[in-house]
Structures are given as structure tokens and as C-alpha cells.
């Protein structure tokens, strides 16, 4: 029997060439982490296409043949989604973007914007568009922590303006090293999340009622 060919794995310049060709409003950083709440939440019923049709507004892009929708399906749902579902196991760390920035104020600011951005995708995709869903309580803890984390990063940005003739590059040094301390936090809190939300979702699975086979 001939043995069959496994697709190579998609890589994240892949995906990102495909988000630039069909000019996707959502950065590559935060659909990785809109897909991974997604994946993790609690909310019923979601769909990846849905999710994948939400980057552009609510509906895919406008695709000129079959192997294009297929190529898309391929990158972005058996591709990144799958690729992500691996982080529901405690030993796949979740890791956010790594950026080479310059020691400047928009530098820092093009840093902070970025982990903003990662963890309001990150909330949007776990709250599947709800203003309110039922998380476990570590999963809750997770979410309060990254929320401290948002305004911080929210507060760089917007602060950028006043401190360019200010800060100093010690200054912007060090804010970049603090950046990089809190980056370590989030990814602990977001992978948290993560299982936390899996292993609720396992347990409400086994404890879910069976009915008897009717027998004939």
C-alpha cells in the first residue's frame, strides 16, 4: 500500500503572508492568541471558520477559486489552530511573539503595543464575543492578572508622545527589561488559562449523563 503524504507544517511566515495577501485587520500576534482563547473557552459551539471568518468582520475574504479557500482552510484552521491546540497540555508552554525593537520611545511603545494587542485577543477569543462567561477559578485569577497586564502595556502606548523627549535611554532600557519580565508573566497566566479551561471542560464531559441503549 502506498504510504501517504503528510503535509509539511505550516510556518508562521505562511500564515502571515497569507493574512497580508487578503489584508487582514487583525495582526498575526493577536489572531495566534485570538485562536488560542478560542480554543480554550467554555463557550459552546464554537466553530473555527466562524472564528476565522471574524478576523475579516464577520465573513471570509473574497476567494477567487476552490484551491484558494482550500489554501486558507489549510493555513489558518488544520495549520495555526491545530499547531495551537497543543498548548492545552502543561508541558507546551505558550510563548508570545519575540520582537527585536530599538531602544526608543517608539520602540517600547511598538513593543507594549504588541503584548496589548496579543492579550485583548487572546480575552476576545475566551469570551467568544460575551460580555460574561462561566471560567474556573484559576482560569478567572488568569484573566484579572492579564487585565492588570493590558492597561499597563495600554498606558506605554499611551504615554509614548509625552515621554519622546524625555525618556532617557537608561529610562527606556530599563521599561523594555520590565516589559520583558511582565512578558514572561503573561505567557504563565495565558497557558494557566488555558488548562485550566481544558481540564473543566474534561471533567463537565465525564460527568455528562448516558442514556441506556434501548436494546431490541
Known sequence: MARQ????????KEVQ?????????????????????????PVLGTSPMKIVGELWGG??????????????????VIGLWNRLTRHQERS????????????????????A??????????????????????????????????GEMRALMAGIVHMAPDTAKTATEKDIEVTLRQIGELTKIAEHEIHEVVLSCARARRQMLA??????????
Open 113 to 146: 503595543l504588541t503584548r496589548r494587542q496579543e492579550i485583548d485577543g487572546f480575552i476576545e477569543g475566551l469570551f467568544g464575543g460575551k460580555e460574561a462567561v462561566d471560567l474556573p477559578e484559576r482560569a478567572h485569577h488568569g484573566v484579572g492578572v492579564l
Open 207 to 216: 460527568a455528562l449523563p448516558t442514556r441506556k441503549p434501548i436494546l431490541h
Open 5 to 12: 503524504s503528510i503535509p509539511p507544517t505550516v510556518t508562521d
Open 59 to 76: 465573513e471570509l475574504p473574497e476567494i477567487a477559486s476552490l484551491e484558494a479557500a482550500n489554501e486558507l482552510v489549510g493555513v489558518l
Open 17 to 41: 503572508a497569507l493574512l497580508g495577501r487578503y489584508a487582514c485587520p487583525v495582526p498575526f500576534h493577536e489572531v495566534r492568541t485570538r485562536f488560542l482563547g478560542s480554543i480554550a473557552t
Open 92 to 111: 507546551a508552554p505558550f510563548r508570545l511573539v519575540r520582537l527585536e525593537v530599538a531602544a526608543t520611545v517608539d520602540g517600547r511603545a511598538a513593543l
